[in-house]
Structure formats: structure tokens, C-alpha cells
Nanobody
Framework: QVQLVESGGGLVQPGGSLRLSCAAS????????MAWYRQAPGKQRELVAS???????DYADSVKGRFAISRDNAENAVYLQMNSLKPEDTAVYYC???????????WGQGTQVTVSS
């Protein structure tokens, strides 16, 4: 059973920055893919950013150029650096680990990000 624990959410003004962390009980460099998703009230959960075992990253069009996903071997963690935040970035952000292309998938409990003045 993989455990994922997110942290770093909070309230930030538009244009501000936050860094989300995901502490994993699995080697984040060894799994098929690590990713960040988000879910805003009344909306479906959506993929924000992902990084493959080989280090290839991908982003939702809405966050390209503003968000960056990274991994840390020493901390066994995945991060999401979020810059130039907008009110529409407000959501609960979830860390996801895909062990292989066919799963299983594991989720963290989520961390709230609120962008408001």
C-alpha cells in the first residue's frame, strides 16, 4: 500500500506563489508516473502536471509556464511549484502515484489551495 501525504496548501493572493509537497512511501523515481491533480467545487478532477519514471514532464494547458513539477530523491517527494496564481487555480490538489501503466493508482488526501484577494 502506497501512502502519499500532501502539504503546502493555503490562501494566497492572485499573482502569488505556493509550493506543494507530496511525501511518498514509494520511490518516486521508480514508479511509472507521479502526478498532481486538482478538483474545484462542482468540477471534475483534472490532471495538472505529471512526471514519468524517465523524467518527462507534462502540464495542463492552463498551467503551462506557471507551474513546475519536480522530484527529490533524498526526500522521496514530489513537488509542485505554482507561480502567478490565479483565482481559477483554487481547488483541492491531490498527489497521485501510478505504479505501472495498468495501475494501481494511489491518492493522497489532498491539500486546499485558495487564490483570493
Amino acid at each position: 500500500q502506497v501512502q502519499l501525504v500532501e502539504s503546502g496548501g493555503g490562501l494566497v493572493q492572485p499573482g502569488g506563489s505556493l509550493r506543494l509537497s507530496c511525501a511518498a512511501s514509494v520511490n518516486v523515481f521508480a514508479v511509472y508516473k507521479m502526478a498532481w491533480y486538482r478538483q474545484a467545487p462542482g468540477k471534475q478532477r483534472e490532471l495538472v502536471a505529471s512526471i514519468t519514471k524517465g523524467g518527462l514532464s507534462d502540464y495542463a494547458d492552463s498551467v503551462k509556464g506557471r507551474f513546475a513539477i519536480s522530484r527529490d530523491n533524498a526526500e522521496n517527494a514530489v513537488y509542485l511549484q505554482m507561480n502567478s496564481l490565479k483565482p481559477e487555480d483554487t481547488a483541492v490538489y491531490y498527489c497521485n502515484s501510478a505504479i505501472s501503466p495498468l495501475g494501481p493508482n494511489y491518492w493522497g488526501q489532498g491539500t486546499q489551495v485558495t487564490v483570493s484577494s
